[in-house]
């Protein structure tokens, strides 16, 4: 069984940083693109940053590029995203997934796996 825990939320001013972390059990690095996606009050989920699942690529959205950074430790099967620079409009829970062979446009969409969200509140 498959488990991804997320931990590193919580409260942050503006112009702040976070770090959170994703902890995979299991061989899931092998194969499986690994990333975070977020979901805002009222808002439908986002893609935020993902690696494709050969680790080769990194992927962004726009809204985020230049001050999140997506990272990951083999040796501990975790995901890191350091998160600079944050704004109230961050504000989400952030979720960890995963998804069988993802790549390019689609690399987290529909992933196999998600993880129990971390909440992520940045106030102004």
């Known amino acids: 069984q498959v488990q991804l825990v997320e931990s590193g939320g919580g409260l942050v001013q503006a112009g702040g940083s976070l770090r959170l972390s994703c902890a995979a059990s299991?061989?899931?690095?092998?194969?499986?693109?690994m990333g975070w996606s977020r979901r805002a009050p009222g808002k439908a989920r986002e893609f935020v940053a993902a690696?494709?699942?050969?680790?080769?690529?990194?992927y962004y959205a726009d809204s985020v590029k230049g001050r999140f950074t997506i990272s990951r430790d083999n040796a501990k099967n975790t995901v890191y995203l350091q998160m600079n620079s944050l704004k109230p409009e961050d504000t989400a829970v952030y979720y960890c997934?995963?998804?069988?062979?993802?790549?390019?446009?689609?690399?987290?969409?529909?992933?196999?796996?998600w993880g129990q969200g971390t909440q992520v509140t940045v106030s102004s």
């Open positions: 997934a995963a998804k069988r062979l993802g790549q390019g446009m689609g690399v987290l969409t529909s992933p196999d796996y």
């Open positions: 299991g061989r899931i690095f092998s194969n499986y693109a």
């Open positions: 690696f494709s699942w050969s680790g080769d690529s990194t």
